[in-house]
């Protein structure tokens, strides 16, 4: 099993930066890959980003790519999305989650943290 609880969303301007947390606890040993998702008011969840364990594959959906960085600390057992340049339809609940060694879907999700911005 594997706890996240996700932190650091919030309201800011467009253009604006916030950087999210993710902290894990648990099974975070057998982490393969770790991830953000978002989910925007009428939208379905959607993809942001992920890491590999070693933190050498990232992966970004169009929408952010060159404005989102995701980042992990696994001695912190941490997990860290850097938002610059945010635009009003970034706003959403945001999502970390964790596909588990052995695993090929993402199995354990946090809670989520509200990010909203304001044109």
């Known amino acids: 099993q594997v706890q996240l609880v996700e932190s650091g969303g919030g309201l800011v301007q467009a253009g604006g930066s916030l950087r999210l947390s993710c902290s894990a606890s648990g099974r975070t040993f057998s982490t393969k890959f770790m991830g953000w998702f978002r989910r925007s008011p009428g939208k379905e969840r959607e993809f942001v980003a992920h890491i590999s364990w070693s933190g050498g594959n990232t992966y970004y959906a169009s929408s952010v790519k060159g404005r989102f960085t995701i980042s992990r600390d696994n001695a912190k057992n941490t997990l860290y999305l850097q938002m610059n340049s945010l635009k009003p339809e970034d706003t959403a609940v945001y999502y970390c989650?964790?596909?588990?060694?052995?695993?090929?879907?993402?199995?354990?999700w946090g809670q989520g943290t509200q990010v909203t911005i304001s044109s």
């Open positions: 989650a964790v596909v588990p060694e052995g695993a090929d879907t993402y199995n354990y």
